[in-house]
């Protein structure tokens, strides 16, 4: 079985984040990790394929991070995930040997597509025929922004807590929940809760 490990400092992004790929690659194994010391740690107990990693850590800055997860585990793919700008980052990042660069601006499909390619490594003709899959799901759609603070309001969260939690103000939270409700197409949390459960995204 293909492990994956899922780097990310708030624990909403990488739950999230697992949630969203399992639905779609019910065959991987996740593991997570709040932190580059954390990530060490499993590094050095099990072999992972594919490591999707926030540049944006607490404890380790973004050349030293990828250094370091290289220096562990050298035979894996790396798909940096992080909000920093591609402009920026891109570059650098292949420099040491990233092929992936994605940002947490866009949708999760592109870090869906990154996970398959490296899965499968796949034609131009199979990865258009898996995106066309892809957007038959209606949350296919939502920002990794969008689907964190969806996925803390269907655990019953409050816009306070989830603006906590990810760094944002209350009314920014209230922006993003309406901008979840137009994209998935509901009316209300109840509504949005019946749709995740019934594609997969969380279980009641």
């Not at 990530?39 to 030293?64: F, G, M, R, S, T």
């Amino acid at each position: 079985m293909n492990q994956v490990l899922v780097v990310d400092d708030h624990e909403i992004v990488r739950k999230g984040v697992i949630n969203f790929l399992q639905e779609r690659f019910p065959a991987l194994h996740f593991v997570e990790a709040g932190s580059a010391a954390d990530a060490k740690i499993h590094l050095e107990k099990a072999v992972y394929d594919i490591i999707i990693l926030d540049l944006n850590l607490p404890d380790l800055n973004a050349e030293n991070l990828v250094k370091q997860v290289r220096g562990v585990a050298s035979s894996a793919s790396i798909i940096v995930f992080s909000m920093f700008s591609a402009e920026v980052m891109e570059t650098p990042m292949k420099k040491l040997g990233v092929k992936h660069f994605v940002n947490k601006a866009s949708n999760l499909n592109k870090l869906s597509e990154a996970v398959y390619q490296e899965l499968h490594k796949v034609t131009g003709k199979k990865q258009e025929k898996k995106e066309d899959a892809l957007t038959a799901n209606p949350f296919s759609t939502l920002s990794p922004q969008e689907f964190s603070i969806m996925f803390g309001l269907i655990e019953g969260k409050t816009n306070k807590a989830i603006a906590i939690s990810l760094g944002l103000g209350s009314s920014t939270v209230a922006t993003y929940k309406q901008r979840i409700f137009e994209k998935v197409q509901v009316n209300s949390l109840a509504e949005l809760v019946k749709l995740a459960v019934q594609f997969s995204i969380y279980q009641l």
